[in-house]
């Protein structure tokens, strides 16, 4: 990058103005007079075209011979943007003293410096009179260019204005005329960067200017109300954050406000009550009620669990259909996990047994109808089993995978093959197949009308269609060092 570094003088520069003008005994405006080179306008480094003249003259309006001029350029944004010379010297520093001619007069040449905006040069004269003269940097040519936002999300009948950045060399920022274009996708773009969703999918649209092209995306998405666990690696707390599915009313419901702040710091795997006016969240091997305006409080006893077991933080709860039941998983000594069922409310915390003593297993996912429940034999993905509730059979579903989730309509199963594939099988473990090509993270629920899930991906977090597999990732990503994980559909 080439870098301007101007000569710096340890006293001013003085020189004496050329005195090749013939004297005049002409009467002009008494005082300090710019005759010329005032208002010029040009790009980054360029030396203007007209030097800077500037008159003295005493309070008669006789021109005032041998007074020293000081040219001094203010500073913009922390450091000098004119540097000034007296003439054919050559020598530019960000200020110089030259002496008035025989008619009072004085020039100077002008460089303009590496920030665009409006610039000023100071002129005082020994003789006490001061002014000043504006001059206007323009960008130089552009570099970069890029639209905003890279990645986000619409409702059909949604839109959003495109932000072009268009930069120089140093920095500056351009106003450029940018021609748009939808490359693909359900969704128009207007000369002036409008863009309007039309229809459930995925876009990409173009923005080109001259050289440089830059491509942006948009997902199309269904309309939905969302929760996720929020983390942040180094600002904590987190938090459970709560949204629509195309980003909007985005806010955090933060869990660690006294007296819980010790034991639930932020709160993991959110799901959503039946009625949507709460979640359920778990932390530090206890489970808590969270409601949208951000209180949480306990929700099952610890004390009421045999001693040495506690809540299992790492899978999430699931309630029953009719919101009556919570199904969750706890940790017996030895490490072996069981399966746990309470009232809503957290009371009556029961373990899960059959004739052949407890259930060890992880990720129940209770069906619509409330008498089966799907679960996984281990943590990170051991055989699939269906437990009928009323009699205690067990039924093996001929996979192995984790995070089972019952379709809304109990006609299918989602879980995730491990370690990252999504994938559909009817009820009964037949017709077994993908869900999209995007590797998913084991945390993942279905919408309400049972035709979406959403997950985590590499894209963040993502509406997967589940009969096509189209993904939408929302364009959530809020920072490097931010994340949200464990994403669940309000009802």
């Known amino acids: 990058m080439e870098r301007f570094r101007p000569l710096l003088l340890g006293a001013a520069l003085i020189a004496l103005e ?14 300090l007079t710019i ?30 011979a041998g007074v020293d001029v000081l040219f001094s350029s203010r500073l913009l944004r922390g450091s000098p943007n004119a540097y000034l010379s007296a003439p054919g010297a050559g020598l530019y520093a960000d ?33 006490g009179v001061l002014d000043s003269v504006a001059f206007t940097v323009r960008p130089g040519n552009a570099v970069l260019f890029e639209l ?13 204005q495109l932000r072009p950045r268009v930069i ?39 923005g080109v200017l001259g050289a440089f092209g830059s491509t942006v995306r948009l997902s199309v998405v269904p309309e939905g109300h969302l929760s996720a666990a929020y983390n942040h690696a180094f600002d904590p707390p987190d938090g459970i954050a709560v949204f629509r599915s195309d980003g909007a009313g985005y806010r955090l419901l933060h869990a660690g406000s006294p007296p819980f702040t010790n034991e639930t710091a932020a709160g993991s795997w959110p799901v959503w009550h039946p009625d949507a006016d709460r979640l359920v969240v778990s932390s530090s091997g206890k489970l808590f009620d969270l409601d949208t305006a951000g209180v949480i409080s306990p929700l099952v006893d610890p004390t009421a669990l045999p001693a040495g077991k506690v809540v299992v933080q790492d899978m999430a ?65 051991g055989p699939l089993f269906v437990l009928t509730l009323a009699d205690s059979t067990i039924r093996p579903l001929g996979v192995n995978g984790l995070s089972p989730r019952w379709s809304p309509d109990g006609t299918s199963i989602a879980y995730v093959e491990y370690p990252f594939q999504l994938k559909l099988m009817d009820a009964d473990g037949s017709a077994i197949r993908n869900i999209g090509t995007n590797q998913a993270q084991k945390g993942f629920t279905w919408s309400p009308d049972g035709q979406w899930l959403v997950t985590v991906t590499s894209l963040g977090v993502t509406l997967v269609n589940v009969e096509s597999g189209l993904s939408l990732p929302l364009g959530l990503a809020r920072g490097f060092a931010e994340s949200l994980s464990q994403p669940a559909w309000r009802p």
């Open 95 to 127: 200020s110089t003293v030259v002496r008035t001619n025989t008619n009072g007069r004085v020039r100077v040449d002008v460089r303009l410096g590496i920030t665009a905006g409006e610039v000023f040069v100071d002129i005082l004269a020994a003789t």
């Open 35 to 64: 005759s010329g080179g005032a208002s010029q306008s040009d790009t980054i480094k360029t030396y203007l075209s007209e030097p800077l003249v500037v008159e003295v003259r005493d309070a008669a309006g006789r021109a005032l």
């Open 168 to 206: 120089d060399t140093y920095s500056n920022p351009r106003v450029d005329p940018i021609t748009f274009a939808v490359l693909s996708g359900p969704a128009t773009v207007t000369p002036s960067g409008i863009v309007s969703a039309t229809a459930i999918g995925r876009v990409e649209i173009k």
């Open 148 to 160: 905003g936002p890279s990645d986000t999300a619409a409702l059909v009948g949604g839109g959003y």
């Open 317 to 381: 709860a699931q309630f029953s259909l009719d919101g009556s039941k919570l199904y969750f998983v706890v940790v017996a000594g030895g490490g072996a996990f069981e399966l746990w069922v309470a009232n809503a409310d957290g009371s009556n915390p029961t373990r899960i047994e059959t004739s052949s003593g407890p259930i060890q297993g992880a990720w129940p996912s209770p069906d619509p109808s409330g008498q089966y429940l799907a679960y996984s034999s281990q943590e990170d993905g």
């Open 18 to 31: 050329s005195c090749a003008e013939a004297p005049t005994a002409v009467l002009g405006t008494p005082g």
